[in-house]
């Protein structure tokens, strides 16, 4: 069940424990700090069915391979000539990504995007009736867009070493591994991803850290990945890696983002030139307060960082500001919310119309919920984007479009401890949240989930099944 239910049992605090001062969500206070209203408990409504072509069920046999007559073959990366990097191995899953046949099981083939394939109003439509397999082990998964293509990284557990992989894929076309890392010192455990980001419109960025704690940023040029750089140890030790490295850039100059395993944890910022040298590490502890799960909202340059104090209690949300270098400048408390998850997850999005925060929480009865607040430039109340039904980690995930923002979130498939999971996804403009889009995997769950949105306008939510880690393909009203 991608190494979520793993982490329980090697970190038995990750089940969140009931308090008799449990704050429900839906009653912390916004950024007056006036007392929390009772609201009444969100009902779980049933799961909406997407207007789009449905997923076919896991007990169907039918096994088609994907259909490529409309996209025009790609060639395969380059191979690396030098540096740690590795080509794909025989023994490796990723070794057939460019088969037909490796296609999402019961895939029926790909088609355009159609100006008929219109979503419904503040809503988002599956636009291709299967996901696309990216690899066939579960795991957590990042993702990110350029241009009109994505690229998509992971931790891979290999029969030898654990590797990070990224891999080239887009709505038209089969995934085409790009580059593999081998992680010396890999971990049997991951539920965060590794760390993507976009530098210019030929070059992306990974991070990723080793069950040392130490942290990794290699460059990768797209056309040609093995021009890309070394690979740049950027931490030597202590980062958590039970969160994702946040990554960006700024002046052209690679910044990436971790959470330091201390008490109280604390947060870092790595800055890098543009040749992928290491400059500076800054630290970033806000006064009398933690800092973790670092992200960068969505959608705001000069990029601004996003920190939560975690507390078993009330829990601010922490904006940093970043200088013209890329150094941090004095935080401040955003807003405060209630109990969050242990460990817990943020995603940030900013529009015209403000900026706002998904977060993993503590709902009623110490079940899993996540929430979604808005922080600027108003600050708002929080709003139940998926509400407590079930237990165990959740994750959520947030990118910018040209009139609203898009929220996705893993959510129980039903009531109770150790229920199956979908993902949810959400438009959110400025009358609030849209109608829920459900993505499902081949075996009728989907977790872990990431998204991105192309220039095109469409949105691929990367997510992790049974069977291995998948996108899934739609196109919102969110233009």
């Known amino acids: 069940m991608c190494r979520t239910r793993a982490l329980e049992r090697e970190y038995p605090f990750v089940r969140a424990k009931a308090y008799v001062f449990l704050f429900l969500l839906g009653m912390t206070p916004g950024c007056s700090h006036g007392q929390p209203t009772a609201q009444p408990p969100a009902e779980r409504a049933k799961p909406a069915v997407s207007t789009g072509a449905p997923i076919k ?6 096994h088609k391979p994907a259909a490529t007559a409309e996209a025009e073959p790609r060639k395969r990366a380059p191979e690396p000539s030098s540096g740690r990097e590795e080509t794909i191995e025989s023994e490796d899953p990723l070794a057939d990504l460019e088969s037909e046949d490796y296609a999402s099981p019961g895939s029926v083939g790909l088609r355009r995007v159609h100006k008929s394939d219109k979503p419904p109003a503040r809503g988002c439509i599956q636009i291709k009736e299967q996901a696309t397999r990216v ?19 992971g931790y891979i557990q290999a029969e030898k070493a654990e590797r990070v992989f990224v891999v080239r894929l887009s709505y038209e076309s089969l995934p085409i591994p790009l580059v593999t890392e081998r992680v010396e010192k890999g971990s049997r455990i991951r539920v965060a991803p590794p760390g993507l980001g976009v530098l210019s419109p030929g070059a992306i960025a990974l991070a990723f850290s080793d069950s040392d704690g130490a942290v990794y940023l290699r460059k990768v040029r797209i056309e040609n990945p093995s021009a890309g750089g070394s690979l740049i140890r950027v931490a030597q030790r202590g980062a958590d890696i039970r969160f994702a490295p946040a990554v960006s850039q700024i002046k052209n100059q690679p910044i990436v983002a971790w959470t330091e395993g201390t008490t109280p944890m604390e947060a870092r910022l790595a800055v890098l030139d543009p040749m992928g040298n290491l400059k500076a590490v800054h630290r970033i ?6 800092a973790a799960a670092p992200v ?4 705001l340059s000069p990029p601004v960082l996003l920190v939560v104090d975690a507390r078993e209690g009330f829990s601010p949300l922490i904006r940093v500001p970043l200088t013209p270098e890329g150094a941090p400048e004095k935080t401040e408390v955003a807003v405060p919310v209630g109990m969050v998850a242990t460990p817990v997850e943020l995603a940030a999005a900013h529009n015209g119309f403000g900026t706002y925060v998904g977060y993993t929480a503590v709902g009623q009865a110490a079940t899993s919920a996540v929430g979604l607040i808005q922080i600027d430039p108003e600050c708002g109340t929080v709003a139940p984007l998926v509400p407590g ?5 959740l994750h959520v995930a947030a990118i ?8 996705a979130a893993d959510a129980p498939v039903q ?26 995997g081949t075996d009728g769950e989907a977790r872990q989930v990431k998204i991105a949105r192309n220039q095109e306008g469409v949105v691929a939510v990367v997510y992790c099944d049974k069977l291995g880690v998948f996108v899934s393909w739609l196109r919102c009203d969110d233009a």
């Open 400 to 407: 910018d479009a040209p009139k609203a923002l898009i929220f």
């Open 135 to 153: 690899w066939p082990s579960p795991g957590a998964s990042s993702i990110v867009s350029v241009g009109n293509e994505f690229f998509v990284a």
């Open 285 to 290: 502890k806000p006064p009398a307060m933690g």
């Open 57 to 62: 069920s896991p007990a169907e046999p039918e």
């Open 389 to 393: 039904t079930g237990y165990g980690l």
């Open 415 to 440: 009531k109770g401890k150790d229920a199956g999971r979908e993902i949810q996804v959400r438009l959110v403009d400025s009358r609030g949240m849209g109608p829920k889009t459900v993505v499902r």
């Open 296 to 299: 960068f909202v969505q959608g």
